[in-house]
């Protein structure tokens, strides 16, 4: 077909028309909505570099749950900030630390919610790296029985799912083990299995409090040139036993997400992150963009590109504009 007769602008002309030819549709319910807990009372420390989020108290964060709940947000993911931090990143396993905490808290006041929890170490480890450190450098295997015994404290305060991000090899079939061995087989797994070295993950680093001290973290985090190496990733953890595997950071890894999706026919999550909104945050403060727009343009380009569910600190806003 071809121009005269065919001639695309016909479907754009009215709103109406555009809607019923529109091909990927954005809903509330593929959002999931980072939360940072934190200890003490009391507290609601904003984010300077992610506006409109805040480091809670335990105290604080079921009334933010409840809030994301009656915005149709399905489903929240906690990051932790503990109070003491050491070598080995001990906090992580602590029964009691803010995210267990939080986990018991959140299930009180909204059951519905899903509670997900982030399984790592760098926010409990002194030095800021996900594991342990040997000769160096993060230490593989001395690391995957941190994170089981953190994923099944997890478990056990009733978390929903769990989604390691620690990017150490062998950690989903640990976790799933783990866990299994535990009774809690029916928990399911989202790993972080393509998940890059990248500069995009700033804002978050001071949100939750976790910078490494020394070095990068590119012995463990993948290189931004990979695509063929991601799918390899993603193999090993659906072998491991993830029930979704999931893309980090999003935008600028649309393609990424594309051949997840193609390849594995697998519930795929694209987390978009800090830099990702603190971005978009900061030039509409400035007047450059219209950040509405802006907002809701990325995160149907994530959906577009093949991902089920899109972790956004934009949740909570997208959700409003999808409700008017
Ligand atoms: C922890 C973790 C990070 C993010 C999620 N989990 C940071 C990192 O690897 O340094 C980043 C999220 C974001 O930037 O929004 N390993």
């Given at each position: 077909m071809e121009f005269p007769s065919y001639r695309p602008r016909r479907l754009r002309k009215t709103e109406t028309m555009r809607k019923m030819a529109r091909e990927t549709e954005l809903s509330t319910d593929d959002f999931i909505l980072p939360l940072f807990v934190t200890y003490g009372k009391g507290v609601k420390k904003p984010i300077k570099s992610m506006p409109g989020h805040f480091q809670f108290s335990v105290d604080n964060i079921a009334g933010e749950a409840e809030e994301a709940r009656s915005l149709g947000i399905p489903a929240v993911i906690l990051f932790g900030i503990p109070e003491r931090k050491d070598d080995i990143g001990s906090g992580a396993i602590d029964p009691n630390g803010p995210v267990q905490q939080a986990i018991k808290a959140i299930k009180d006041s909204a059951p519905e919610l899903l509670v997900i929890t982030d399984v790592c170490m760098c926010e409990y480890t002194s030095h800021g790296h996900c594991g342990i450190i040997v000769n160096n450098d993060v230490d593989n295997d001395s690391t995957l029985e941190l994170l089981r015994n953190a994923a099944l404290t997890h478990a056990e305060a009733g978390a929903d799912m769990v989604a390691p991000?620690?990017?150490?090899?062998?950690r989903v079939a640990a976790i799933r083990s783990m866990l299994d061995e535990n009774g809690f087989s029916r928990v399911p797994i989202m790993s972080y299995s393509a998940k890059y070295a990248s500069a995009f993950y700033g804002p978050f680093r001071e949100a939750a409090e976790s910078t490494p001290q020394f070095g990068d973290r590119r012995s463990y985090q993948m290189d931004p040139s990979n695509a063929e190496e991601a799918l390899r990733e993603v193999m090993l953890d659906i072998n491991e036993g993830a029930d979704i595997v999931m893309v980090k950071p999003a935008l600028p890894y649309l393609d990424v997400i594309r051949r997840i999706k193609d390849r594995t026919g697998y519930p795929v999550a694209a987390y978009s992150v800090s830099g990702e909104f603190s971005m978009i945050k900061a030039a509409a403060e400035r007047g450059w963009l219209d950040g509405e727009r802006a907002m809701m343009e990325s995160l149907v380009s994530i959906k577009r590109a093949g991902a089920d569910m899109i972790l956004t600190y934009f949740a909570k806003e997208a959700a409003m504009v999808l409700q008017k």
């Open positions: 991000s620690d990017m150490m090899d062998g």
